[in-house]
């Protein structure tokens, strides 16, 4: 399997196959670990006071505990109260205290991280400058890049300007696209392995989705022939 993990789901992923799980080829993007003596204080303040709030069921406090520490301003956090869908982020607001779990407390494991002997791609976004991550150094995903990079034996490191932390799903998939055809060409094709490109037309697998509701998507097929059909030895 290829798998893409973003923010805390990069986290997520690079802890599946430290340990063990059958990953082929790994991507991540902005994973938000805190790196630097400036910040661990600030977060480790944020997980405590979350995990009070989240034992006394006071999930709006999460989130504004969330948001503040990321640099949200209380205007910001008002205006925001008045928003639809504020009442279903507060309803997601308990997942944060699960995001810091996954996050290692936001410590990078780099012990667990050395154990990786995937190649993995290391994206995120240039300077953050959004509003919502005023709180935060502008070099904040570029820190956590360049720690994971340094942890992980084999890794690839992109950066993509001008992007924010949601980033273009369109300009991601070509992002991913390249690196796993660039994986595939060094270790397949001197194996006698070749690879093509089809476009099937119809809903031929789960991307088609999708693809079809706007978000470009593709998927790498081990199983396909040439004229995209499969392989009846698979």
């Known amino acids: 399997a290829h798998v893409y993990g973003a923010s805390s789901g990069g986290a997520l992923v690079l802890e599946a196959a430290a340990a063990g799980s059958a990953i082929d080829k790994i991507a991540v993007w902005d994973t938000p670990y805190a790196i630097g003596d400036d910040l661990q204080p600030r977060f480790d303040q944020f997980i405590a006071d979350i995990n ?90 570029d ?26 799903p369109e300009l991601m998939a070509r992002v991913l696209k390249t690196f796993f055809n660039q994986l595939f060409d060094a270790y397949l094709v001197p194996l006698g392995y070749t690879r093509g490109t089809y476009t099937c037309g119809y809903g031929c697998s789960d991307h088609a989705s999708w693809t079809s509701a706007g978000y470009p998507a593709a998927m790498m097929f081990e199983a396909g022939t040439a004229g995209g059909g499969s392989n009846p030895n698979i």
């Open 143 to 168: 820190r956590a890049a360049k720690a994971i990079t340094a942890a992980i034996p084999q890794t690839e490191r992109h950066t993509l300007d001008g992007q924010g932390h949601v980033v273009a």
């Open 52 to 141: 009070e709030a989240d034992k006394a069921g006071r999930d709006e406090e999460i989130l504004e505990l969330f948001m503040r520490l990321a640099g949200g301003p209380d205007a910001d956090i008002a205006a925001n109260k008045q928003h639809p869908l504020w009442a279903s982020s507060v309803a997601l607001a308990h997942t944060l205290v699960k995001d810091a779990a996954v996050l290692n407390g936001y410590k990078i494991p780099t012990n667990r991280l050395a154990r990786i002997t995937q190649s993995v791609l290391v994206t995120t976004e240039g300077p953050t400058t959004e509003p919502q991550f005023a709180g935060l150094p502008t070099d904040f995903f």
